[in-house]
């Protein structure tokens, strides 16, 4: 067999599934590649490779009709969905997990009933997607199961700071169409809890089925793992979805408590009016944050994620 490696169109990363991968090329070939102990990056003690990346590749020339190449580097990112690596389980030197990169917009999806919606989970993805200064997008799904007026009184915070929100009910298909149009022509991430409809959602919206879905646990009120690796998808419109893993508890990595008050946008104006320049917006006297939140200027729910956010980083 030969392995004598020749040139190949750069290209994108599909699917990561364990050590493999799938890139597909500028021209639409696919290939199913592996990174070597040559493989270099731009991107330091992160993941090597992940859905999204932008990468250069060799072929390696096996004689049959399937291609297989080598991935030779991975091009700096422009923006990542990440995870901190459990320190106590990773045998790598990787610190951080990259899910999903070079991603425009990140796509929060939540339930409105089974598992129940939260608010607390949409606020630290939209702190994440501020300190990357990436576009949001809240899906809550399941809309079918309860479509009160509670559920969009919860939600009616993030309609007044700016967020656009688009209500789904997956089983049903409605809210599909505005989905559609406020994903056309962009790279888009999928994220939240397990079990709120992710895969579902994604098999409507590309016109496959290949991603499997699944139930909440009957016990924990939590959702099954169904994703277990990233994927892209094609839409049939334009523009591409990555359905990422479901994640129970998302880590905001890169995010300090001292600059953490710059990702809630509300917060911008009123700081101005805090005593001391660090004010932490905690316990300090003359707090022009805790004053916006006693005049009703700033939702009580959203400080409380703030300081929720703020006692869980280290």
Do not use: W
């Not at 190449?69 to 990112?77: E, K, Q």
């Not at 099954?224 to 905001?252: C, K, Q, W």
Request: charged content about 25%.
């Amino acid at each position: 067999m030969n392995r004598d490696y020749e040139g190949a169109p750069d290209g994108m990363v599909m699917e990561v599934s364990g050590a493999s991968y799938v890139v597909i090329s500028e021209d639409g070939t696919e290939y199913r590649c592996r990174t070597f102990p040559g493989t270099k990056t731009e991107n330091g003690d992160s993941s090597l490779v992940a859905v999204g990346d932008r990468v250069e590749l060799k072929v390696i020339e096996t004689g049959t009709a399937l291609y297989e190449a080598a991935i030779t580097l991975v091009l700096s990112r422009r923006s990542a969905l990440t995870r901190k690596r459990d320190v106590r389980r990773n045998r790598s030197k990787e610190k951080v997990q990259v899910i999903a990169a070079n991603i425009d917009q990140l796509v929060v999806v939540v339930s409105a009933f089974d598992p129940p919606l939260s608010t607390r989970l949409i606020d630290r993805y939209l702190v994440f997607a501020e300190s990357e200064q990436m576009d949001a997008l809240i899906v809550v799904n399941k809309m079918d199961l309860e479509d009160s007026e509670e559920t969009r009184e919860l939600m009616a915070p993030y309609n007044t700071l700016g967020y656009r929100i688009v209500y789904t009910s997956a089983e049903e298909q409605c809210g599909m169409e505005v989905l559609h149009e406020a994903l056309a022509g962009k790279l888009s991430a999928f994220s939240g809890h397990s079990g709120v409809g992710k895969s579902t959602l994604i098999n409507q919206l590309s016109g496959q089925d290949r991603l499997r879905t699944g139930e909440t646990n009957m016990k924990t009120g939590k959702g099954l793992h169904t994703t277990t690796n990233s994927v892209m998808l094609a839409l049939p419109g334009g523009g591409y979805i990555i359905d990422t893993p479901g994640i129970r508890e998302f880590n905001l990595s890169g995010i300090t408590r001292e600059n953490l008050r710059f990702y809630f946008r509300e917060f911008l104006m009123s700081m101005q009016e805090c005593a001391y320049s660090s004010c932490s917006h905690t316990v300090e006297p003359d707090c022009g944050i805790l004053k916006a939140v006693e005049a009703g200027r700033i939702d009580p729910n959203r400080y409380e994620s703030y300081l929720a956010i703020y006692e869980s980083i280290d």
